[in-house]
């Protein structure tokens, strides 16, 4: 009864999405606002039964309902309730049907807070909303069905993969996509701009928290699912250049492209048509990572039982959707006024560099990751494209991105003052030099490249304390009145200080982790001793112990630093019963934002085993940079000209012009 | 500022193709190796199914086993810890080279997902060679983060 009660949700909510296709559109053109004003209701409503549709797997998972095809396959009634939960999103039907529920979660977000949005413009967006919406409520009816029953009700489920019985599905996939979906505002909005042929400052005002909000889920969403990979497959890795990650860095790049041109549009009206080409470009590309994960083209870990039907469905939705709104931007941009001149040495020069840099390290990405497959459709040859492509094309086009970080927020607009911002860093560069200076001669002659990575780190960190600093007169002026200017200061100029830190320090981690890893791989028999710079690891023994629905086999280890005991540490070994699987375990032991990590091999018949045991310095700096960076995005959404849906249109510029600009 | 955009993107066009000579790994199967003449010492990923009863652990780690598509077998040496996933009779994929010997060295092992997830390029490949076995390809789902090793 649950099941069909949610398929018919579901089946009335594309019904609803279809009305919002149309009617609003038709109202819009003949300027009825009663027509344009149905796209609210329905929007809500749609959200409502989507809700329910959604609630309605969950509650059949909760209770294992096994004559459901999706609950028999990804559960188990031994499953402890969070897997249970989280287990319905675990896998494809599920993982649309959360797909579908974020987009009209979103929809209904623009029909409740777009209230002073131009009634035209709420009304073109919410169609465009509703097409993407219809495009995939019918995809999961047609090809997906979460719903479906099994005639002959089986007795217990096949449980869930292993792997994923773990935290991390709670939050990375909810959260990756709530970055993914929340792009389609952002393309939503583009798309109306294009149909109205007028854009605005104030519709950048829009367009910029709903970005803003997508592009911060997608960061925490990135770094949450690199942790996961750390801790879970058990070798110590966070960031594989795997397709499926690259599908998600693509939207990232580019969003957050989009996020600075979309300053440039609102403070100085330039740029137009380029944000409406990248909010486009960065939804096509959220599109495309659903494609690339959901359709099983990839020769990656991801890939869901191949069903051609499925990829063939997506890929119609990815070309109509990609080519419908490229070929109607090539239409329609020229109608979009072009406005707002600007030196090349600018605060809008500058981010037009960082644009034109971070669009470009976004097109090695899609290179590196759709080359092989574009290969193999066309001459059948198999090939792999994997780090050493990414580190030879990526890496240098971000280091001179990370070189004019700095730079960027201390120019002013219009026509910008290098020498000055060049005498303004010169602090923070002498630092970074001296900086280099130790970690070389730290190091004794290792790598090269560290020590300058790390320099390009601090120089990009205390670029964000000078900026700062500048603009509250620190030294300059009395202390308390630095004090209040600070207090004075708008959050979107915070933001983007922590934003540009927390690059720098995810750096300093990247560099540090890559660099001065200790690993140390072997087989320990009881009481051996591996020895990791200052710290040891001692082999204590073997121990067992029955979980809900697995086995697990846990070593234990005690770690000593210079002899002295710090604690214990206990990776462990899962064997799941039901799909004959094992799972590893690592254990973890921070240090400051280094980290212990020691995950188990195989154990011999005699007694001994064979473990990873790895050193990494500094290796939290990897996530808590991503973190500030979000942290920096949540105090410039909470700005009060930013907030969600709530700017005034069209109002008169000064407000820009009495603040520092951010 | 369009000249500056256009030497940043022949910037990036020189940098994909210098990496796309250098770091590029083909895939192939061991009844390919020999038509393909792949010469020792050139990286490239070898995929299959490991033959049954030729795993043979040896000290530090240490392991050899063999690849095979139906048609030949490769012999893998490999130092290191294998995937949890790895299994005799189920299909595999390992990153190395060949010596002149005609053993192959693997850097990496990359093993099946799980009991019916298959890496997709030797599903490929035993279709073709027609040793495909039909409960290869039951559904599963698999939705982790990178790459299992």
């Known amino acids: 009864m649950i099941a069909e009660a949610g ?28 027509l344009m004003n149905v796209s609210r209701s329905t929007a809500i409503v749609q959200f409502a039964f989507v809700l329910f549709s959604f609630l309605a797997l969950i509650s059949l998972h909760v209770m294992s309902d096994f004559s459901v095809a999706n609950v028999y396959e990804n559960s188990h009634s031994l499953k402890p309730l969070i897997y249970k939960i989280t287990g319905v999103w675990g896998n494809h039907e599920g993982s649309m049907l959360l797909w579908v529920f974020i987009l009209a979660l979103f929809g209904a977000l ?18 465009v909303q509703a097409w993407i919406a219809t495009a995939f409520y019918l995809f999961i009816l047609l090809t997906s069905n979460p719903f479906l029953r099994i005639a002959n009700p089986p007795l217990e489920g096949r449980d869930l993969n292993p792997i994923l019985q773990d935290p991390g599905l709670a939050v990375h996939p909810p959260m990756l996509y709530l970055g993914y979906v929340g792009f389609s505002i952002s393309f939503s909005f583009a798309i109306a701009a294009l149909i109205e042929g007028r854009i605005d400052a104030a519709w950048a005002r829009w367009v910029r928290p709903w970005t803003l909000m997508a592009w911060i889920f997608l960061t925490l969403g990135i770094a949450m699912g690199s942790y996961w990979a750390y ?38 009206e330039a740029l137009k048509i380029w944000t409406v080409l990248l909010a486009i470009l960065t939804f096509s590309l959220s599109l495309l990572g659903t494609f690339l994960v959901r359709s099983g083209v990839l020769t990656s870990v ?38 707002g001149l600007f030196a090349p040495i600018s605060r809008e020069g500058s981010l037009v560099l960082n644009n034109l840099l ?46 004019a970080v700095p730079f960027g927020p201390l120019l002013a607009w219009k026509r910008g003052d290098l020498v000055g911002a060049a005498q303004r860093l010169i602090a923070a560069g002498i630092v970074a030099l001296l900086t280099i200076a130790v970690v070389w001669a730290w190091e004794k002659g290792g790598s090269a490249l560290a020590p300058l990575a790390i320099g390009l780190a601090v120089f990009v960190i205390l670029g964000s304390v000078v900026d700062i600093a ?35 320090i995810a750096l300093i981690g990247i560099v540090c982790e890559s660099t001065w890893n200790i690993e140390h791989i072997a087989t320990m028999r009881l009481n051996d001793t ?36 710090i604690g214990n540490m206990t990776p462990s070994k899962r064997s799941f019963t039901t799909r004959g699987m094992s799972t590893t375990e690592a254990a973890l032991m921070s240090r400051g934002a280094s980290q212990i ?17 790895y050193y990494k310095p500094l290796v939290l700096l990897i996530w808590f940079g991503p973190v500030l960076m979000a942290f920096g995005g949540v105090l410039s959404l909470s700005d009060r000209r930013l907030r969600v849906g709530a700017p005034k249109p069209a109002r008169p510029k000064f407000d820009g012009l009495a603040q520092p600009a951010e | 500022m369009i000249a500056g955009a256009l030497a940043v993107l022949a910037v990036a066009a020189a940098l994909v193709l210098n990496a796309m000579r250098s770091s590029i790994m083909f895939f192939t199967t061991p009844g390919k190796i020999a038509e393909q003449h792949i010469a020792p010492g050139t990286k490239f990923r070898l995929g299959g199914l490991v033959e049954k009863g030729s795993l043979v652990r040896g000290d530090q780690l240490k392991v050899r086993f063999e690849v095979t598509d139906g048609n030949a077998k490769v012999p893998v040496a490999y130092q290191g810890i294998l995937p949890d996933l790895f299994r005799e009779g189920q299909g595999v994929i390992s990153e190395g080279s060949l010596d002149t010997s005609g053993v192959f060295h693997a850097d990496t092992v990359l093993a099946k997902h799980d009991e019916t997830y298959m890496p997709k390029a030797v599903a490929d490949e035993l279709k073709k060679e027609g040793h495909w076995k039909d409960d290869y390809g039951k559904t599963s789902s698999a939705d982790t983060p990178g790459t299992v090793r």
Request: a positive charge.
């Open chain 1, 7 to 34: 398929h018919y949700a579901l089946v009335l909510a594309l019904a609803l999405a279809l009305i919002q296709s149309f009617v609003p559109l038709v109202g819009a053109r003949v300027n009825d606002p009663a």
């Open chain 1, 110 to 127: 623009v029909a409740i807070f777009g209230v002073n949005l131009p009634l035209s413009l709420r009304a073109h967006v919410l169609a």
């Open chain 1, 231 to 268: 801790y879970e497959l058990g070798w110590g890795g966070w960031w594989f250049w795997d397709p499926v990650e690259n599908a998600s860095l693509m939207p990232w790049l580019a969003g957050t492209a989009l996020l600075h041109s979309a300053v440039v549009m609102e403070k100085r």
């Open chain 1, 302 to 339: 991801h890939t869901f039982a191949t069903d051609p039907k499925r990829g063939v469905f997506i890929l119609m939705i990815l070309c109509i959707f990609i080519g419908g709104s490229l070929s109607f931007y090539a239409w329609r941009a020229a109608s979009l006024k072009q406005g």
């Open chain 1, 358 to 403: 971070l669009t470009t390290a976004c097109a090695t990405v899609f290179v590196g990751t759709l080359y092989p497959l574009a290969l193999e459709v066309l001459t059948g040859a198999k090939i792999s494209v994997g780090a050493p492509f990414f580190n030879l094309t990526f890496a240098p086009l971000f280091l001179p991105l990370l070189l």
């Open chain 1, 470 to 504: 500048e603009r509250v007169k620190l030294f300059r002026a009395p202390l308390n009145t630095s004090w209040s200017r600070a207090k004075g200061l708008p959050r979107s100029a915070w933001g983007t200080a922590f934003a540009h830190a927390g690059l720098g």
């Open chain 1, 530 to 565: 591996a020895q990791l710079g200052s710290y040891s690891a001692t082999f204590d023994g073997m121990t067992s112990r029955q979980g809900p629905n697995y086995q697990e086999h846990i070593a234990t280890f005690t770690i000593r630093q210079g002899g002295v005991t």
């Open chain 1, 597 to 613: 990590y020691i995950s188990l091999g195989a154990a011999n018949p005699d007694g001994s085993i064979t473990a990873r045991i």
